[in-house]
């Protein structure tokens, strides 16, 4: 094959690809909520390994969570600036870890769910409002999740509260709105994402964050 060829077929790599990997290094999680194209490119075996060449030229690499139903790009090789860039991302997890479990609990609980919030699961505010105004527990325990520093509401309101969370939680990636004039939100793969962040850091630091959250909410409907 010829300079030009390989060029030409670089070039196409790059236009096909492009818009993928630019989502990566801008730290979203590629899930079949978020990008379901991106999603089935980056299981493909030849789009991944072209994905991953151009992303190792830069120090970065792709990675996966969920059983590789969601992707994200991370460092190839830690050095001293890539190692600092990485403890002040994982400070800010560990930060909203609390809050976070907290509304997970809630949204299950006020939604009579049996299992926790996972990728593609619906989220109506409307209902969810509804379920919390009739439950003073539920407003209090709002009222308090609202107002930890991830989500930083000054409202006394239920629907000013609920408004500033769920507005956060998509500008950080964790839910989606498929219509702007409507109130329903989607669970993104950065939720499950989320869970096994929890998970290691239990199994390696002990912390039992899950249990924490839990009996912090218990003791708050009792």
């Not at 790599?13 to 379901?36: D, M, S």
């Not at 590789?68 to 400070?91: I, M, N, P």
């Amino acid at each position: 094959m010829s300079q030009t060829q390989l060029s030409s077929s670089s070039d196409t790599v790059l236009v096909g690809t492009g818009q993928l990997i630019e989502q990566l290094l801008k730290g979203e999680f590629i899930c079949k909520v978020t990008n379901e194209d991106g999603l089935r490119a980056l299981k493909n075996p030849q789009t991944r390994e072209r994905v991953e060449d151009y992303l190792n030229q830069i120090n970065r690499t792709v990675c996966s969570a969920a059983e590789g139903d969601v992707f994200f790009c991370g460092y190839l090789q830690l050095g001293d600036a890539e190692r600092k860039v990485v403890s002040s991302q994982f400070k800010e997890v560990c930060a909203a870890l609390v809050p976070m479990v907290e509304w997970l609990l809630l949204v299950q609980e006020a939604n009579g769910q049996d299992e926790p919030l996972r990728e593609g699961m619906p989220i109506r505010l409307t209902d969810l409002q509804t379920c919390i105004e009739d439950t003073p527990a539920f407003s209090e325990q709002l009222a308090k999740l609202s107002g930890y520093r991830l989500f930083g509401s000054n409202s006394s309101s239920t629907d000013g509260q609920l408004k500033l969370v769920f507005k956060r939680l998509v500008d950080l990636g964790y839910l989606i709105k498929p219509n702007a004039e409507k109130q329903l939100f989607i669970a993104t793969g950065k939720i499950d994402y989320l869970y096994e962040v929890i998970r290691f850091i239990d199994e390696t630091e002990g912390l039992n964050l899950e249990a924490q959250a839990e009996t912090a909410t218990q003791r708050d409907l009792l």
